[in-house]
């Protein structure tokens, strides 16, 4: 599932798979539609401020060893930034730099009160205790504290970083502000002020845009075939709540290998035995097949919800689905994008499919600023509400523009904070 094996010795892929650039061919497509002139791009383009700290952590052996780690936040028109940290060997300035991005135009797609900023650390969490871990992530937070605030940054889980991530950077921040901040951080576990529903709201939201995609390519759930790539936060609960909502999940994936049956996984039996065993390899009741071929099999739907430039010119033309569901963010090269859609599929793109999670990360800041907390039904009813509503909204804009889902949902994204921009006025 890595992005690199095809980048080595390859200059015109690894423009290609450059996914500031990739951002930036989506921005200046809708930026054309829109009419938006050179100055108002270019403060809308660029981020606001990129931090890169330098991280001593002792590790168990009781050396020392010093991390990089990186928070962008692209833009703060519309309120505080709100985006992820993820902790991955091969993270990147330029990789940061396109989330933080994605992020602003993500919350604009679905109306939240918030900018976009995106973190990282370059770490292999695979090889680390949790012991590490936890003095890394102490490390990070203090590196970029100056910058965070709930009404100026707000981290939430990504890639490799989960709840007990979220609940140490809630701790290092309040000990320094010496007090209890609990809307500093979202994602966090439910008994230090995270949200009911926080945890499978991405994987819903992608459940929700599915749904809402369907209608448009003319697909009942239980006559849809379904390729999940990724099993986990966003791709494994996203499948489980396919699978109960009818559709017919045919296979999964993880970073060791990847299923397939044809008939129809039985999903929450995949993942009881992912959660027993840590990995898919040997589940019996389906074959297992080369990952590399995952995205290529024969399906109505295809959900990349593991990691960006997974569809590229090269498998452009081999796959098969009518329809694909971004769980990840930037899976789809801006180029394989425009091809695909050539030839009619319709691509839910990134910032509107994978944008439950960040919606309930805006009700959990909500709650805990509030100190009164909802029930899963509120949440999970408002969430549909949001999404919903963003679909419709993007649907509409496709048509009146005359472009895809992806153009379209960049064009309404970045209209809403041209607006603010045009009302606020340049402070100087
Ligand atoms: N990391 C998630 C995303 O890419 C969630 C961000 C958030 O909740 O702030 O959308």
Known sequence: MSSGHALANDPAMQEECNPFLSMARGFNTAADHLELDEGLRDVLRSPDRELKVSLPVRMDDGRVKVFTGY????????????????????????????????????????????????????????????????????????????????????????????EQTMAWIMDTYSMHARRTTTAIVTGKPLSIGGSQGRREATGRGVMISANQALKIVGLRPEDTR???????????????????????????????????????????????????????????????????????????V?????????????????????????????????????????????????????????????????????????TQEIVNSRLEQIMVQAFDEVAETAKRYQVGLRTAAY??????????YRMRGLFS
């Not at 797609?109 to 680390?128: A, E, S, W």
């Not at 996984?265 to 009741?285: F, I, N, Q, S």
């Not at 064009?411 to 603010?420: G, K, P, S």
């Open 411 to 420: 064009i309404l994204a970045i209209d809403r904070v041209a607006t603010v």
């Open 302 to 374: 295809l959900v990349p919800a593991a990691t960006e430039n997974q569809i590229t010119s090269r498998n452009a033309d081999r796959i098969q689905a009518k329809l694909i569901v971004e769980g990840a963010n930037g899976p789809t090269t801006a180029v394989a994008s425009k091809m695909l859609e050539d030839r009619g599929v319709v691509i839910v793109p990134d910032i509107l499919a994978n944008a439950g999670g960040v919606t309930v990360s805006y009700f959990e800041w909500v709650q805990d600023r509030m100190g009164y907390f909802w």
């Open 226 to 300: 379904v390729v999940v790539q990724g099993s986990g936060n966003v791709g494994g609960i996203g499948a489980l709540l396919m699978h109960q909502e009818g559709y017919r999940i045919t296979s999964l994936s993880d970073m060791y290998g990847c299923i397939y049956n044809e008939n129809g996984l039985d999903v929450p039996a995949v993942m009881l035995h992912l959660k027993e065993t840590g990995r898919l390899e040997g589940y019996a009741e389906a074959e297992h097949i080369e990952s590399s071929t995952q995205l290529e099999l024969d399906c109505d």
């Open 71 to 162: 928070r962008v936040q692209h833009n703060t028109l519309r309120g505080p930034c709100k985006g992820g940290i993820r902790f991955a060997p091969d993270v990147n300035l330029d990789e940061v730099r396109a989330l933080a991005a994605w992020m602003t135009w993500k919350c604009s797609v679905v109306n939240l009160p918030f900018g976009g900023g995106k973190g990282g650390v370059i770490c292999d969490p695979r090889t680390m205790s949790k012991g590490e871990l936890e003095r890394l992530t102490r490390a990070y937070t203090i590196a970029i504290m100056d910058i965070l605030g709930p009404d100026r940054d707000v981290p939430a889980p990504d890639m490799n970083t989960n």
